[in-house]
T-cell receptor, first 114, second 113 residues
Framework: KAGVTQTPRYLIKTRGQQVTLSCSPI?????VSWYQQTPGQGLQFLFE???????NKGNFPGRFSGRQFSNSRSEMNVSTLELGDSALYLC?????????????FGSGTQLSVL | GESVGLHLPTLSVQEGDNSIINCAYS??????FIWYKQESGKGPQFIID?????DKRQGQRVTVLLNKTVKHLSLQIAATQPGDSAVYFC????????????FGRGTSLIVHP
């Protein structure tokens, strides 16, 4: 069974640009969550999608957005990039049917904003 | 405020020793706890979980202990190996239908051969 796949693995952008990250969950998983990981802040929750709907949202500005497709694949977009957006962006999937489920993480997309 | 935190940011042990990584949580309504391991260049991987109706759960070389009285969670790794070197995160689900776990800041475990 294939794991969670995130593309691209690395990205370098400049301030003001926008970026789109992609996540393919484990087959059968309907919940996809996105996290931002930085050395100083640890794992910060961005948002969660379930059955194409945003079900939960973290405390990030509107420049961060996402969506989920009918096949459960998800994308997140960051517009007007800032230096502080440099981070590892992790995607995690689960069945999403209860709160007591473990998450399966991808290897992440390392975003560097210059 | 409510938080999941770790007592030690870095733990150094010798190969073969037992390791104990600690985690404090503040929400007594949390009903599900998970430990994840993150190796360099990878995403976090599930290690072991425990529900609030249990005090202890054992896996292969790992044991999680839950003390609800003092809101404390620990991960014990027996016979620590160099391959156990990683950052370990505890996470709590706060019940009430919440699907989103809250992660602690992580503890870096360094195993010296």
């Amino acid at each position: 069974k294939a794991g969670v796949t995130q593309t691209p693995r690395y990205l370098i952008k400049t301030r003001g640009q926008q970026v789109t990250l992609s996540c393919s969950p484990i087959s059968g998983h309907r919940s996809v969550s996105w996290y931002q990981q930085t050395p100083g802040q640890g794992l910060q929750f961005l948002f969660e999608y379930f059955s194409e709907t945003q079900r939960n949202k973290g405390n990030f500005p509107g420049r961060f957005s996402g969506r989920q497709f009918s096949n459960s694949r998800s994308e997140m977009n960051v517009s007007t990039l800032e230096l502080g957006d440099s981070a590892l962006y992790l995607c995690a999937s689960s069945f999403g049917n209860s709160g007591n489920e473990k998450l399966f993480f991808g290897s992440g997309t390392q975003l560097s904003v210059l | 405020g409510e938080s999941v935190g770790l007592h030690l940011p870095t733990l150094s042990v010798q190969e073969g020793d037992n390791s104990i990584i600690n985690c404090a949580y503040s929400n007594s309504a949390s009903d599900y706890f998970i430990w994840y391991k993150q190796e360099s260049g990878k995403g976090p991987q599930f290690i072991i979980d425990i529900r609030s109706n249990m005090d202890k759960r054992q896996g292969q070389r790992v044991t999680v202990l839950l003390n609800k009285t003092v809101k404390h969670l620990s991960l014990q790794i027996a016979a620590t190996q160099p391959g156990d070197s990683a950052v370990y995160f505890c996470a709590e689900n706060r019940g009430g239908g919440s699907y989103i776990p809250t992660f602690g800041r992580g503890t870096s475990l360094i195993v010296h051969p």
